[in-house]
């Protein structure tokens, strides 16, 4: 192995995102249960706005189909993923606030 | 790998969000339906300037001479004849007290379709043909239909039926609350929504006669004068109620209860617009 | 209890044209109920349509039928007046059979 200047930031670099992806692995139940909370409260929040997806209902789903399974990892990345659609939606239904005039017949 | 595409998406979609939203300078008016109606019909007329006024109310057949005239031979022969035919019977059956239909509507429930939906003033809200069948149910003890298909979808068949060639005549006195849920109803209309960002007009205004997929889009001037539909893809039935809940599920937005406020406005607004054009209910499309 | 065909068969002279409608579910056999269990197939396999005793028109039909189908064609000959007997059977056994006069 031919040794290079700069290297050894790249094996740095690799050891972060390794032990970063270590961390990922050891997601635990209580990892879960605050990641689909805040999930949870987004998607309630874009209930309120009466402005849902789909979307985040079926990633809601596979989070606890995934924490019921054991299998914490996928369960924390699909209530991440139903949050920031949750979060999206209530964008959505804020920005189209004023948004819809624009497409208005006058 | 599928949370991250979805993840993935959602950053997409809020990207596009902030790529559309216009900061809208249009100050807020006092809503007027006649001119919001004038506008709406002069809309489309000039966009379809072949498209007899009347005609706007067949939809895709409207858009598309091939389909109209496969359409025109099927009329023969319509699907929605065993529901309209069973929704006769089920008009004309009492209820469990003796009661009929007849008794909750003017004039005996022939030919008021073009009437709905009507804004009560003493409830402040928007009622359809729907509802009120509803409530003339439960008024007399019987347990309420699905709004989406099948009784529901044979009784509002019939009346539309008997109502056939009558032209829209939607009312909106002159109370504040009606006015409001006329805005309301086109608000929601204009609004995009769910996880693909369509407003009913993005299909209905900005690309009728153009394909979705493998259908054609309807222009939204008239589009609730056929209704309900026998439609090809449900292989059945379908009410209003229906129309509004799996259209918001199609663009991913979780649907809302049937005759919720917000389709209840929508129903005013798209009615009112379409004053004029003729009922041709029941309906069959694609 | 009304027959699941409608028909309606129009002489023009030298040709007759026939048109029907037929009441029938036409399960296919791979769809799925809200359950999650498949409906059973359920289709008309063979419909006739019978004319001065020789069948006009014959058709073999599988799931790829919708529901409700509905029919057009024409024949050569056939008189105002004249009786056209259309019947079916499906895959179930069951079967309907109705008469209708050539208008």
Not at chain 1, 27 to 42: G, I, L, Q, T
Not at chain 2, 187 to 214: D, K, W
Not at chain 2, 267 to 286: D, K, M, Q, T
Not at chain 3, 35 to 56: R, S
Request: charged share 25%; hydrophobic share 40%; glycine share 6%.
């Amino acid at each position: 192995m031919i040794r290079k200047p700069g290297m050894l930031k790249s094996l740095g670099v690799v050891a972060l995102i390794a032990g970063t992806t270590a961390a990922f692995a050891a997601s635990s139940e209580a990892d879960f249960k605050a990641a689909y909370a805040a999930a949870e409260a987004a998607n309630q929040e874009a209930g309120k706005l009466r402005n849902q997806w789909t979307t985040t209902t079926a990633a809601l789903a596979a989070a606890k189909k995934a924490a019921a399974a054991g299998d914490f990892d996928q369960a924390v990345a699909s209530s991440n993923a139903a949050e920031a659609l949750a979060k999206a939606s209530i964008f959505q239904a804020t920005s189209e606030k004023e948004a819809w005039k624009a497409i208005e017949i006058r | 790998m599928r949370s991250t595409i979805q993840f993935a998406s959602a950053v997409l979609a809020l990207a596009a969000l902030a790529f559309n939203a216009m900061p809208a300078a249009v100050a807020t008016e006092t809503p007027d339906p006649v001119a919001d109606a004038r506008a709406f019909k002069k809309y489309f007329t000039e966009k379809f300037p072949k498209v007899k006024l009347e005609d706007f109310v067949n939809g895709p057949y409207s858009m598309n001479e091939d389909m109209h005239r496969q359409w025109e031979e099927k009329e023969q022969f319509p699907p929605y004849d065993f529901s309209l035919e069973a929704g006769k019977e089920m008009f004309a059956k009492p209820f469990k007290n003796g009661k009929t239909y007849a008794d909750c509507f003017a004039n005996q429930g022939i030919g008021i379709r073009q009437n709905y939906p009507y804004f009560d003033e003493k409830e402040g809200k928007v009622v359809t043909l729907e509802l009120a069948l509803n409530r003339c149910r439960e008024a007399n003890g019987e347990a309420p239909l699905s709004y989406v298909k099948d009784e529901m979808a044979a009784l509002t068949a019939y009346m539309a039926f008997t109502s056939r060639g009558k032209p829209f005549d939607i009312k909106i006195p002159n109370d504040p609350r009606a006015l409001e849920a006329f805005q309301n109803g086109k608000r929601y209309f204009y609004t995009r929504r769910g996880q693909l960002n369509f407003s009913c007009a993005s299909c209905h205004v900005q690309n009728p006669g153009e394909r979705i997929r493998a259908e054609i889009l309807a222009p939204a001037l008239g589009i609730l004068n056929a209704m309900p539909i026998y439609r090809s893809e449900w292989g059945g039935m379908g009410t209003i109620s229906r129309r509004f809940t799996t259209c918001n599920s199609q663009i991913r937005g979780v649907p809302l209860e049937p005759q919720a406020d917000e389709y209840r406005d929508l129903e005013y607004y798209l009615s009112y617009v379409s004053n004029g054009l003729p009922i041709s209910g029941p309906g069959a499309r694609p | 209890m009304a027959s699941s065909i409608r028909v309606r068969a129009t002489s023009s002279g030298e040709t007759t044209e026939v048109q029907a409608l037929i009441q029938h579910p036409m399960d296919s056999g791979f769809v799925k109920d809200a359950k999650g269990e498949l409906i059973p197939p359920h289709f008309i396999q063979q419909l006739t349509f019978e004319y001065d005793g020789k069948n006009v028109f014959i058709a073999d039909w599988g799931p790829a039928v919708s529901k409700d189908p509905y029919i057009k064609f024409s024949f050569k000959g056939g008189k105002k007046g004249d009786d056209l007997k259309i019947s079916w059977i499906d895959n179930k056994g069951a079967s309907d059979t109705t008469t209708a006069k050539i208008q």
